[in-house]
């Protein structure tokens, strides 16, 4: 069964960066698109990137487009978010997820099956 870990979280200033990166156990993340999810506090769950299996695409949420990148090296068995300029407002629990198999990026949270445990970042002064 794919189980999926986050890491790279942390707590920073405004305008520092984090690269939090999801990994899979036992599993080919190749097969798998990835997408990235956050929830601030007193907020729902909102995805904020996605990328398919072969990197052919990318998407992002306005309030990320511009800023954060999302990739994947599949020699490594890894997808990667990196968030550079992080303001106050990203604070969030950052989740990633796949849908099932060979499936490209959905747009609804409902069609992903597997979680992380998620990872905290805290962009505070």
């Known amino acids: 069964q794919l189980q999926l870990v986050e890491s790279g979280g942390g707590l920073v200033q405004p305008g520092g960066s984090l690269l939090l990166s999801c990994t899979a156990s036992g599993i080919t993340l190749g097969s798998y698109s990835i997408g990235w999810f956050r929830q601030a506090p007193g907020k729902a769950r909102e995805g904020i990137s996605c990328?398919?299996?072969?990197?052919?695409?990318?998407k992002y949420e306005d309030s990320v487009k511009g800023r954060f990148t999302i990739s994947r090296d599949n020699a490594k068995n890894t997808v990667s978010l990196w968030m550079p300029n992080l303001k106050p407002e990203d604070t969030a629990v950052y989740y990633c997820a796949a849908p099932p198999k060979n499936n490209g990026c959905p747009g609804a949270e409902e069609m992903f099956d597997y979680w992380g445990q998620g990872t905290q970042v805290t962009v505070s002064s």
């Open positions: 990328i398919s299996t072969s990197d052919s695409i990318r």
